[in-house]
T-cell receptor, first 110, second 114 residues
């Protein structure tokens, strides 16, 4: 079951904050976050593990609420370099591979 | 050198032609994957392999085949290319403990079928 990402797209001014959510209907063991620039490969940002701590990559942090089966990605004081599409991938007990969300497109304007 | 290398980077082919996309990795990972990405859409799994003797179909395997020649090499073939197979194709690898570690992607192959 594909996780649901929201919003589908967001436009920010440089320096503003954003939150991207990823929700699953299934119990999760871990949630992965990736960023993809246009025409490039997705790049791994971080993993949130069940029972683990909130993670951080530069000024990007993420949390994982196991009970709600959802993860949130927090982009603080956004920079132009944060533009791209953010994908979450979920891993449940019965998974053999990541199940990917449809992505959230983030546009940062100067 | 990149950890995961895909060749070619770009390819234009004609309808009905057979084409092979190649992927090689130096990560030492057993698990390899082929994904397809269409404009504005997410990643869709075509095939995956957990070791040389283990190959599995993903959600959109029709029209595609794969070969795992070695731990480091995983090729994707389009037996008879059709225009709706025009897309960006990614190869990825992962450690067996994927639930704890991320995927590493190749740079992608942009395929156009005319």
């Amino acid at each position: 079951q594909q996780p649901v990402q929201s919003p589908q797209a967001v436009i920010l001014r440089e320096g503003e904050d954003a939150v991207i959510n990823c929700s699953s209907s299934k119990a999760l063991y871990s949630v992965h976050w990736y960023r993809q620039k246009h025409g490039e490969a997705p790049v791994f940002l971080m993993i949130l593990l069940k029972g683990g701590e909130q993670m951080r990559h530069e000024k990007i942090s993420a949390s994982f609420n196991e009970k709600k089966q959802q993860s949130s990605l927090y982009l603080t004081a956004s920079q132009l370099s944060y533009s791209g599409t953010y994908f979450c991938g979920t891993w449940g007990d019965s998974n053999y591979q990541l199940i990917w969300g449809a992505g959230t497109k983030l546009i940062i304007k100067p | 050198d990149a950890d995961v290398t895909q060749t070619p980077r770009n390819r234009i082919t004609k309808t009905g032609k057979r084409i092979m996309l190649e992927c090689s990795q130096t990560k030492g990972h057993d698990r390899m994957y082929w994904y397809r990405q269409d404009p504005g859409l997410g990643l869709r799994l075509i095939y995956y392999s957990f070791d040389v003797k283990d190959i599995n179909k993903g959600e959109i395997s029709d029209g595609y085949s794969v070969s795992r020649q070695a731990q480091a090499k995983f090729s994707l073939s389009l037996e008879s290319a059709i225009p709706n197979q025009t897309a960006l194709y990614f190869c990825a690898t992962s450690d067996p403990n994927t639930s704890r570690y991320g995927y590493t992607f190749g740079s992608g192959t942009r395929l156009t079928v005319v």
